[in-house]
């Protein structure tokens, strides 16, 4: 694996008797696309919020692109793109008003290309035409892409976004999923942060999972989605195919048969062989809410009695 | 940064509503007293107003008088509450934060502004308060013999210079009292994420040293309350000018400038910056 862009040890934070982040050790290697999974409350955004030096860990430590962090915030920030809790701006200001005030604030870029980096961050998120209403006439979606567009500014290599298709309709999401991965193809490391898993699925190449502040789970989506050894099929005549298959046959619902086995061409080749029709075969593989639910708690949201 | 925070502070709609009601009430005040031509008898109403009758040129000291105990303190209350915690409730704070600005460049940056919008605010009034002073009462006896001067306080004639220059430095010694109220309200707006809480706690810090003021068990702490030299720059009109009061007065503001914006840089610097609590958003 190459070099890492975030790396945490032993990573904590107490909110006075809360622990929110409980001794992550985290490792997102250059160039991936990393989905932080978890239920709400979990500690995401908080650990989000360490890693841009908002929030002050409790103990242990945190580098990113190299570099300390909080320490050295002044060197790393200016290299990374974020999305914390959703989008902000001043409400009374155009869009492009934010933008330049916000990139005025900052270190770095020339006063003169500001206009042309304003312009290029809106166009790349799909909000070149805005006009100069002001952000509090903006629908979600386009604060939305307003605050993606904040953090495209300076063409960063780390983007840690927290809710990145939050209020996106769903060509909204599918424009965003286009454009994180073609920043990604150039260099990005993408961090995202979401409690929707087919928005990770699609999107990522490595996810973490996190559980009562606890990261529970830190691997590649292509393992973690390996098959699992067995095989689904789809027959209509389901009791020939169970007579021929007797004692691999795990499961039965109606015409669906889960059978073990790692090769279904060579399972396919018999049941046809055999006379048995085949409508669908493929290797079974878990999905991601099985493995989130396999290794998370109910979150914080739920509050059951014990009776 | 500043840039950008001046550039905020002129764009928003609060605090021109804020500089057009403190020029406001001078002005009402002016078409009263030319209307009825009834002043209040020396010694009595505002410092100055029984004076304006018979000279326009002195009402800029009338209207400071006017605005100084209660409106003045309000609307720097209001701007310099919205400091940090109108940022942090819009959520842009931790953007600001994030993109890098450092803490302590934004509190500087937040004092500038405020300080900006005191001088603005004094300046703004002594201006427009002259122009309505002199187009409703117009220039004075000494006018024609003195070439435009006024009467000082103590009986003497004062030529235009040293009243433009006695001016300006009323309008700096009161700007500085307010910005040591902009400094307590930057402080007290990195407490909390309420811009209304921390503006309020100005107003009471306020309140509080105005009744301290003429307590005599105050007496050992009374040198430094805020509010007790606000109207020392009225011996600037005096002639000569008594200096000692100012001084005095401009020592204890630098004071508690310096106290109230170290107290600022100490709790902001290390604050978590989290989600407002009584927002419903997502995430924690």
Known sequence: ?307 | MISTELVLMLRKRRVWLCWALLCLLPTVVAVLLATTRLAPPPGRGGAFLSAVLSDGQLFPAAALALVLPVFLPITVAIVSGDAVAGEASAGTLRYLLVRPVGRLKLLVAKLVSVAAFTLLAVLLVTVTSYIVGVAAFGFGPDAELGGGGITSLSGATLTPLELAGRTAGTVGYLALCMLTLGAVGIFFSTLTDSPLAAALGVLAVVVTSAALQPLDAAEAVRTFLPTQHWLAWIDLFRDPPLLDAVRTGVEVQLGWIVVAFGAAWANFTTKDVRPVSGVIGHGQ
Not at chain 1, 87 to 103: C, V, Y
Not at chain 1, 221 to 226: D, E, G, I, Q, V
Not at chain 1, 264 to 273: D, I, M, S
């Open chain 1, 1 to 307: 694996m190459s070099e890492s862009v975030i790396t945490t040890t032993g990573l904590t934070k107490r909110f006075g008797r809360v622990v929110a982040v409980d001794h992550v050790d985290l490792d997102v290697p250059a160039g991936v696309r990393f989905g932080l999974l978890g239920p709400n409350g979990s500690g995401k955004t908080t650990l989000v919020r360490m890693l841009l030096g908002l929030v002050h860990a409790t103990s242990g430590s945190a580098t990113v692109l190299g570099e300390p962090m909080p320490r050295r915030a002044a060197a790393v920030l200016p290299q990374v793109g974020a999305l914390v809790e959703g989008p902000a701006a001043w409400g009374h200001l155009s869009g492009r008003a934010n933008l330049r005030l916000l990139d005025a604030a900052g270190p770095g870029g020339r006063r003169r290309d500001r206009r042309r980096r304003v312009d290029e961050a809106l166009e790349r998120v799909g909000l070149a035409g805005i006009d100069r209403r002001p952000v509090k006439a903006y629908s979600l979606g386009m604060r939305q892409r307003l605050g993606i567009a904040a953090a495209l500014l300076r063409a960063p290599r780390l983007l840690l976004l927290d809710e990145p298709t939050n209020g996106l309709d769903p060509r909204g999401i599918h424009e965003m999923r286009d454009l994180l991965v073609a920043l990604n193809a150039t260099g990005t490391t993408v961090v995202l942060s979401s409690h929707l898993l087919t928005e990770v699925e699609a999107l990522c190449t490595r996810v973490g999972i996190m559980d009562a502040g606890r990261l529970v789970l830190a691997d590649d989506l292509a393992s973690l989605r390996a098959p699992t050894g067995r095989i689904r099929l789809r027959t209509p005549s389901p009791d020939a195919a169970l007579a021929l298959l007797d004692g691999r046959v795990e499961a039965r619902e109606a015409d669906l048969l889960t059978v073990r086995g790692d090769d279904p061409a060579e399972l396919n080749a018999l049941l046809v062989g055999a006379g048995v029709p085949v409508t669908a075969i493929d290797r079974e593989r878990r999905s991601l809410e099985e493995v989130v639910l396999d290794v998370t708690g109910s979150g914080n949201d739920r509050f059951e009695g014990h009776r």
